[in-house]
């Protein structure tokens, strides 16, 4: 997540008088909120510099979504929602700083100097599409309900103990901690429901369940309403001309198409043909064997395809094969360093990603959060504190991935891995006339990858054979998209492809990510399952740091406290995206530092559709 912090704060407390008591000053509200450093856009600023602000309206675009959908309610665990949302948040992330976000519904922001709330000015003229005010009573519900209905959230949200109306227009939100820098940007995150909506009668007659699925088409605040739907296979939204928020600085030179379309596919491969078949206009490629070999058909050749690489400013995180601790064979760690021995990178980068990828090393990768070297002064403070806790190596040797640049140094990790197994009680045994490893209780050592994609069965393969050479009895599974996402939400897994993506800010979200609560949460990103104290404490010290040097410090820490655990067996990266779209539209010069921008910031280039069309 994104995470920002106010710079104009309270005045502070009036010195203590004898006479008569000390009095707060009034509060100072801002336009913007900012983690550390000066918010680049002033108060009287006329669009964000990354826009178009002569952008033309009108013309469509298409999109692919994977998977399906039962429900039109995202704000609910019941069923699968669609990937859209008309709904307007309190505040709007910036694209070209980080860490820094602009009102949206909210007018402006404040909270007094130890951040133990923060209070939202409304807009007058906020209203949802039923012209009906937005006001601080649908913040309130929509607080409350949402922390109710969804435990993901109501972790992100779990220092948040109370919203209220403190004004015509104002809403505050009290904290249960201070100095939690991050926690008034969270709750500018806050998408707001309308509760005069969801607490009506629906068309059959009977009251609207919040909490439940529901293919109704929902009320919303957007630039976009629903125009049509067909359940699990498509949506397309319509742009509402006469959107409360259209002039809006920060909604300038953005929302220019007529119409948006998400299309369902179940697998990426069936999406990538309909891209090929012009059914949709956009593609983010994350196959490096797509991207090498699967653009070689006539629209390219002729133009009406482009094909981009673009280099952004911002963290590559950590992806990897999550070994679930939760299952008994993975809570040993010389258990998951050896899966990280038996798989050969080098191999794969060679032989199936065409040599695009840098191995991952980090939970932070491309950034200055990246532990690199032996801890400085600054890290051992936080660190020295938890040595009991933690593996000796986080303060004696710098990580590194195990490398295979030839068959002698894979025979020599393997032999490694092997030892690493026996000294965790694996012993090499017959069954069924395979290799296997058994412990003392005769329990054979398995592991099951659980996997939705075809890109990753190729990956999965060749691993699986090293790990069977060590006696280790593998299978793949592959199923569809709806019951993959089941699966993991409820831990059913013992490996999955992981992923967690990181901001230039770090913050609470490092909680669901790593943290000993969201262990147990269903439906939260800790796919591992850590439950580590230390890991817990090193989270806090990334959330209360006091400023950028202590921050960068903190999570350097906690990389290495991660990475010496061996919680994933990594996976890679690469520093820049790549996209191919259909070559219809029109964009800025320049893309915005942090964000590809697509589909807000672009818009239909009639010239550039008929010639496409006529190609």
């Known amino acids: 997540m994104t995470n920002r912090r106010t710079l104009l704060k309270l005045a502070g407390l ?19 909120v900012s983690l550390f450093g000066d918010i680049k856009y002033k ?27 039962d429900s039109l309610n995202p704000n609910s665990l019941k069923g699968d929602p669609a990937a859209v949302t008309v709904l307007e948040s309190l505040m709007v992330d910036s694209l070209d700083e980080p860490g820094t976000r602009y009102g949206l519904i909210a007018e402006s922001v404040s909270h007094p100097g130890d951040v133990s709330s923060v209070t939202f000015k409304l807009r007058a003229e906020a209203k949802f599409h039923d012209g009906q005010p937005i006001t601080p009573e649908d913040v309130v519900w929509s607080f409350d309900k949402i922390k109710a209905n969804l435990p993901t959230r109501a972790e992100y949200y779990k220092n948040v103990v ?64 629903i125009k049509s739907v067909n359940p699990g296979a498509g949506i397309v939204l319509e742009r509402v001309p006469d959107y409360w928020g259209k002039d809006l600085p920060v909604n300038v030179g953005q929302n220019n198409f007529d119409e948006m379309s998400y299309v369902y596919f179940q697998t990426q491969l069936v999406a990538f043909e309909g891209f090929k078949g012009d059914q949709v206009d956009y593609n983010y490629e994350s196959s490096s064997k797509n991207w090498a070999t699967g653009y070689d058909f006539p629209a390219v050749k002729q133009g009406r395809v482009v094909l981009e690489k673009i280099a952004l400013k911002k963290v590559s995180g950590m992806q990897g094969w999550a070994l679930n601790m939760r299952k008994p064979q993975f809570q040993d760690v010389r258990v998951r360093r050896a899966f990280d021995l038996a798989f050969d ?57 195990p490398v295979n640049p030839d068959a002698t140094a894979r025979r020599k990790n393997l032999r490694e891995a092997a030892k690493l197994l026996a000294d965790a009680g694996w012993v090499a045994s017959q069954t069924g006339g395979k290799n296997t490893l058994k412990n003392a209780k005769g329990e054979i050592l398995s592991a099951e990858f659980l996997l939705y994609s075809p890109l990753f069965e190729r990956i999965a393969l060749p691993y699986k054979e090293q790990l069977e050479l060590l006696g280790i ?88 406290a991660l990475m010496w655990n061996h919680y994933m067996v990594p996976h890679w990266y690469i520093p820049y995206e790549r996209v191919a779209y259909w070559n219809r539209f029109g964009r800025p010069e320049k893309t915005p530092d942090y964000n590809l921008g697509f589909p807000g910031l672009w818009w239909w280039d009639e010239a550039k559709a008929k010639k496409t069309a006529a190609g």
Request: glycine residues 6%; contains cysteine; charged residues 25%.
């Open 14 to 32: 009036a010195p203590i008088s004898s006479v008569m008591p000390a009095r707060a000053e009034e509060p100072v509200f801002s336009h913007a």
């Open 43 to 69: 108060p009287d600023f006329t669009h964000f510099d990354y826009v178009n602000p002569k952008a033309p309206k009108g013309g469509k675009v298409r999109q692919w979504v994977l998977g399906s959908f």
């Open 162 to 225: 109370k919203a209220e109306k403190t004004g015509d227009r104002l809403v505050t939100f009290t904290f249960d901690q201070k100095n939690n820098r991050e926690l008034p940007s969270i709750v500018g995150q806050l998408v707001v429901m309308p509760k005069h909506w969801w607490t009506a009668n629906g068309p059959d007659g009977k009251p609207r369940d919040v909490s439940a699925s529901t293919l109704e088409i929902p009320l919303g605040s957007g630039p976009y309403k």
């Open 345 to 401: 990178f080098e191999w794969a980068n060679q032989n199936l990603f065409f040599g695009q990828y840098t191995r991952s090393r980090s939970y932070f990768n491309n950034s200055e959060m990246e532990a690199k070297g032996l801890p400085s002064a600054e890290e051992l403070a936080l660190l020295t504190p938890l040595k009991e806790q933690l593996p000796p190596e986080v303060f004696t040797t710098e990580y590194a991935n």
């Open 473 to 560: 009895t593998i299978s793949l599974r592959s199923i569809d998209v709806a019951q993959y996402q089941k699966r993991v939400e409820s831990f059913d897994y013992d490996i999955i492809v992981g992923s967690f993506a990181q901001s230039l800010s770090p913050g609470n979200e490092q909680r669901y990510f790593f943290g000993s609560a969201a262990a147990d949460q269903n439906g939260s990103s800790n796919y591992v399952g850590i439950k580590n104290p230390a890991i817990d404490k090193l989270i806090d010290k990334v959330i209360f740091a006091k400023d950028r040097a202590g921050l960068v410090t903190a999570c350097r820490a906690l990389d290495r």
